[in-house]
């Protein structure tokens, strides 16, 4: 695509130079912005009234495209007014303006007339100036972490997002803009939607393959019944037993109020629980625990030990186990993670391994408490109890090296992957930013379209 003919200074360092002919304009002066309203809890969950009343989690990921209209929860327009909700209409462009969910700079475009809760703020666009679509992606360039209030909670109000300046073209240009990146981000999301998937199935085949070389123990030994509905038939030599006998004690972690960034050398942090998703450590997986609270030494995690999820939004990630092959200093368990200590006859990386084969993840999610779309959990009493076999510490440390081996081939895969998803992110912001800037004049391409 080539560039425009010609361009001039916007007078604003992060739009740059623009096209000649757009202008540079403040927020405030192309729409409105209004914050969302309280939603007591027992007007939530009725779900047959003519506007949605939505959430943060309702602008999650998964919502690509761009245009959410439906929501968990409904009100009637008499109930909107008692409450003081603003009705944003059709087309207005919403977003979380506090907590952790303000730092991932998702929006979204109203597709019907709805209302918002007070975690959110939406921007009604003036007709007479822009486009709804055309700022819904325009706004994709703006990254709230430059201009959220300082504090341990994020937040945003209207003065600070307000003034930010956008360059905006000519009508006509703001719709061939719009049509075109709804065509190229589709396309983009499309092929990251594809590597998710195959992200999916490598997991899949990785843990059938662990699962087949821990319960089918080294070859050519005579097999029995197992006498539980979990294990099938194992190892005649290999001991079935609870957990309770395979581990000297499970312990839990601390989360105190720690900062949404990684640790410098030399300072502490609590790890979350995400740090053993899908049976591998990972140490990225970690917030700054501030230099007013004082570190718990007890709770430092170190090589060789074994963590499991407790708790997660999704019952498939709770009871996700990791051995810790190394460790950066001063990380500690958060109370969403267990370490299980083994008893002597047990190797960890064995332990970890046997606790992420399918038997024992029918187990677990057969224990997972918790009402769907909440807090998901175990308890250390359901882990106890789970069935696990045992051979000897001899063989435990064969099977985990040949487990490994074949598990190390699989997240190298899933690893390559996620490199390209990042990549076709990447291009996607990039694309995005092309675009909305003027970097590109995308006009001769959807007249061809």
């Not at 425009?4 to 007078?11: C, E, F, I, R, V």
């Amino acid at each position: 695509m080539k560039p425009y003919a010609s361009y001039k200074p916007s007078g604003v360092a992060w739009l740059g130079d623009v096209p000649s002919h757009w202008a540079s304009k403040r927020l405030k002066h192309i729409g409105q912005f209004r914050a969302g309203a309280g939603f007591p809890i027992e007007e939530q969950g009725q779900p047959d009234n003519p506007l949605p009343f939505f959430k943060v989690k309702d602008i999650d990921g998964s919502n690509q495209g761009g245009v959410i209209t439906t929501a968990d929860s409904t009100v009637s327009i008499e109930t909107a007014n008692r409450l003081g909700a603003k009705i944003f209409p059709k087309n207005s462009i919403v977003f979380a303006k506090v907590g952790a969910a303000l730092l991932l700079n998702r929006f979204r475009l109203l597709g019907v007339d709805a209302c918002v809760d007070n975690n959110m703020m939406g921007y009604m666009i003036n007709a007479d100036e822009a486009f709804s679509e055309f700022m819904y992606w325009a706004m994709q360039r703006i990254n709230f972490s430059e201009i959220v209030n300082p504090g341990t909670v994020p937040s945003l109000n209207e003065p600070l997002i307000s003034n930010l300046f956008m360059a905006i073209p000519p009508p006509d240009e703001q719709q061939a803009i719009a049509d075109y990146l709804d065509t190229e981000t589709a396309r983009i999301d499309t092929l990251v939607q594809e590597k998710e998937e195959l992200i999916g199935l490598l997991r899949e085949a990785k843990l059938s393959t662990v699962s087949s070389i821990l319960l089918g123990g080294l070859v050519g030994e005579i097999k029995k019944p197992s006498n539980t509905k979990w294990l099938g038939d194992v190892p005649a030599s290999w001991v079935v037993c609870r957990v309770k006998h395979a581990v000297m004690r499970i312990e839990q972690g601390w989360s105190p109020e720690c900062e949404n960034r990684l640790c410098a050398p030399g300072e502490w942090g609590v790890l979350k629980a995400g740090a053993c998703n899908h049976g591998r450590f990972n140490q990225a997986e970690h917030k700054f625990l501030p230099a007013t609270l004082n570190p718990i030494p007890e709770y430092e995690v170190f090589a060789g030990d074994v963590l499991m999820s407790r708790a997660s939004g999704s019952a498939d990630l709770v009871g996700s186990v990791a051995f810790v092959d190394e460790v950066q200093p001063h990380l500690m368990l958060s109370d969403k993670l267990f370490r299980l200590v083994p008893e002597e006859h047990v190797d960890g990386r064995y332990l970890a391994w046997a606790l992420n084969t399918d038997a024992q993840r029918r187990q677990i999610l057969n224990c997972v408490r918790g009402a769907e779309g909440l807090a998901r959990n175990i308890t250390t009493t359901d882990i106890k109890q789970l069935w696990i076999a045992l051979p000897t510490l001899d063989e435990q440390k064969q099977l985990a090296v040949e487990a490994n081996k074949v598990a190390s081939g699989f997240d190298a895969l899933i690893t390559h992957t996620q490199e390209e998803i990042a990549l076709l992110k990447e291009l996607r912001a990039a694309t995005i930013a092309d675009a909305v800037l003027g970097r590109v004049d995308v006009r001769s391409l959807t007249q061809k379209q």
